[in-house]
């Protein structure tokens, strides 16, 4: 389905604040039936497929809300509607790259200011990743014939399966953080380092922690929420 996001009077800021939230809420939902499906050894690769689609729903919540906070424009994210390499890319490109960064206020990748970021070029010089994240994702759902004429069945749980589900939980973790910092901040100034740890003490319950480095100030938010808000997330939760 193609999506026309470009008349602000239908899409406005208010309205993408909703989506980021929706997605949001839709990203814990899939992470909680992803758990369930793990209790069974016969669906593990199921429930990571649930978890990868988690992870997709989460970082599109997130590009939503770039475009609620006026970092992107709405007809700029059309395609994480369309494509999964769009929305995938951005856990790599925010944790995993560090020429992520903010400049006077505005958000950079790769020295592309991102409300000027081209997402076909993206997808374009990202193949290579792409092409591998789908093969893991395909393969936690599908059946598929193999060159010594067995068949790959996804009810056979892969050998790193748990290895897997901590890996995409971890990053779950350090997205739905990222979403409140963006949602809840402003942010002045420069800021080069966006980084993500997990900590885990003996005898104590792991912690995750998502830092931001920098010359910049981040300033805490007062009535960023819209009007109705709380019976809305109340209306999420009641449908989950």
């Not at 319950?205 to 830092?211: A, I, L, N, Q």
Request: charged share 25%; proline share 3%; net charge neutral.
């Amino acid at each position: 389905m193609k999506f026309d996001l470009s008349n602000p009077k239908t899409f406005d800021s208010d309205y993408f604040l909703k989506l980021a939230i929706t997605c949001r809420h839709n990203a814990l939902v899939l992470k909680d039936s992803a758990n369930l499906a793990f209790q069974n050894n016969h669906s593990k690769n199921h429930a990571l497929f649930l978890l990868h689609t988690s992870f997709e729903e989460l970082q599109k919540g997130i590009f939503c809300m770039f475009v609620h906070r006026g970092f992107m424009s709405s007809s700029q994210i059309e395609l994480i509607f369309i494509k999964h390499e769009a929305k995938i890319i951005l856990f790599e490109k925010i944790f995993e790259n560090p020429t992520f960064s903010m400049k006077k206020n505005q958000f950079y990748l790769d020295g592309v200011l991102l409300a000027n970021l081209d997402f076909q070029k993206l997808i374009a010089d990202n193949q290579d990743f792409s092409r591998k994240y789908m093969g893991k994702r395909n393969d936690c759902l599908y059946v598929r014939p193999e060159n010594n004429r067995e068949c790959y069945t996804p009810s056979k749980a892969l050998p790193d399966a748990d290895e897997q589900k901590r890996e995409i939980m971890d990053k779950l973790t350090a997205l739905n953080s990222f979403f409140d910092i963006i949602w809840s901040n402003d942010f002045q100034g420069d800021f080069d380092i966006f980084s993500y740890y997990k900590q885990t003490p003996i005898g104590k319950p792991e912690t995750h922690h998502v830092t931001i480095s920098g010359t910049g100030i981040m300033q805490k938010r007062t009535n960023y929420k819209p009007d109705g808000y709380d019976e809305f997330a109340k209306k999420l939760t009641s449908e989950s």
